[in-house]
């Protein structure tokens, strides 16, 4: 596959080998993000009954400097603007449309959340007529809610992606600019006005969406590594400097909700860093073992995102109302604990992904499926955010549970199945470490080292 050309539009490219490393990549961050939770949530019950959180890993005086290094955030939404923008331009040159993309964007990651929520609504229920303190049922909802904030930003980022992309066809610098002079001007702005700074769920997240598509047609891979290097220092050396004067914190944890410029330096500094470090990381997605395990968990990855938390609030709950003896958070029992904890999590999502993982598989229907009106997939998309955005103003409660499971399952309802319009094609080529694909015509792939990223389908769960 060859890369853009410098002037003129995008050209809109065919199905072609699947990138691996992509797929890695994203294993990499769910994994992450899944040990430090563990490592984060921390109930602790008082003498007088009552209960509180800590956040015993964000508590360390070294969690600053080593969060700078792993906020993988950016990242995920690096990776998913490369996948997000392959997919549409699948769909298009299949026939598909702009209001068919949203329909299936939103169905894949609507049906996995719609059962989380009314799962936790029941339980958190079950717990309150069991005799729980309704302080300790609202705090396990709270913990149990926080990755909600994700679905809404990543959901508003991936359904502009078709007009995004026809921005960035035309002028994919000045799109990847005016976004992130829209960032800059909101974080400028939100001192006076403070509910501002949300807008940023949607432009912060959609600029580093862009790179991902800067990524998709080779724009990185044009630069030398030098190039590459001075990127990544660059990013770090302005992020250092903006933090260091005090207009941003330097937790990136803080800087997180409601996010800032502070994680758009990130990505850049991550997206030049991924394409420092394809060639290795092309040897390791090669390895057969290494391929399986991504390709088992790629297929359940929203199931994995959204129950692990509650999964882990949970069991944490529970094991406060038993006589077990609990280390105090943040002694050195409690850190050689968190392994044990995590098998646990990791226990308890096996029948979890058992009984709803298959919600994550596209729900396709015959191509004789009447398509949704485009004010049916808009409407959807509204009764989602409705509850979401309730949720990051005012926080979780029992009862915005129940109503948003009601909004999600009304949405999957409105949003029906989606019919197939784009043929069924063989198998795709895996992508060899050497560049090679196995079953290709020849020629190196466009993921390989000093390529482009290729357009063809990854095993991310969130892509249709």
Known sequence: MSDVEEQGPAPERGPVERDLVIDLVRFFCLALVVVAHCMMVS???????????ENTLGDQDWFEPVIWIFMIMPLFFVTGGTTGLQSWRRLKSGGGTGVEFAQARLLRLVRPAAALLACMFSGLWAALLL???????QLMATGAGMPLWFLAAYLAAQLNIPLLARF??????????????????????????????????????CTVQQLGFLMADGHFSRLSRAALVALVVGANLLLGAVAGLGLYSGNMLV????????????????????QLFRPG??????????????????????TVYLWHLPLLVAMSGLLLLTDIAKPA???????????????????????????????????????????????????????????????????????????????????????????????????APIQRAGGQARGAPGGTVGGSAGGALPAGPTSASVEP
């Open 281 to 302: 990381l092309g040897w390791v997605s090669a390895v057969r073992w290494v391929r399986a395990i991504v390709a088992v968990a790629g297929r359940r990855s929203m």
């Open 255 to 274: 800087n997180l909700n409601p996010p800032n410029l502070c994680l758009l330096l990130l990505a850049v500094s991550q997206a030049a860093v991924l």
């Open 43 to 53: 109930p602790v019950l008082h003498e007088d009954g009552t209960v509180s959180t």
């Open 168 to 205: 960035h066809a035309r002028a994919p610098w000045l799109t990847f600019a005016a976004l992130a002079a829209l960032v800059m001007t909101v974080d400028c702005l939100r001192g006076t006005v403070p509910l501002l700074a949300y807008a940023n769920l949607v432009f912060l997240w």
């Open 131 to 137: 005799g729980v303190d309704r302080q300790v049922v």
């Open 329 to 427: 958070a943040g002694t050195a029992a409690w850190w050689w604990a968190r392994p044990l904890v995590l098998l646990g999590v990791v226990g308890l999502l096996l029948p979890v992904l058992a009984l709803f993982g298959r919600l994550e598989e596209r729900p396709t229907a015959s191509g004789h499926t009447r398509n949704r009106p485009a004010i049916v997939v808009v409407t959807a998309a509204v009764v989602v955010f409705i509850p979401v955005a309730d949720a990051a103003f005012n926080g979780l409660t029992l009862g915005l549970l129940g109503g948003g499971a009601a909004c999600f399952m009304l949405a999957v309802l409105l949003l029906g199945r989606i019919p197939e319009r784009i043929p069924v094609r063989p198998p």
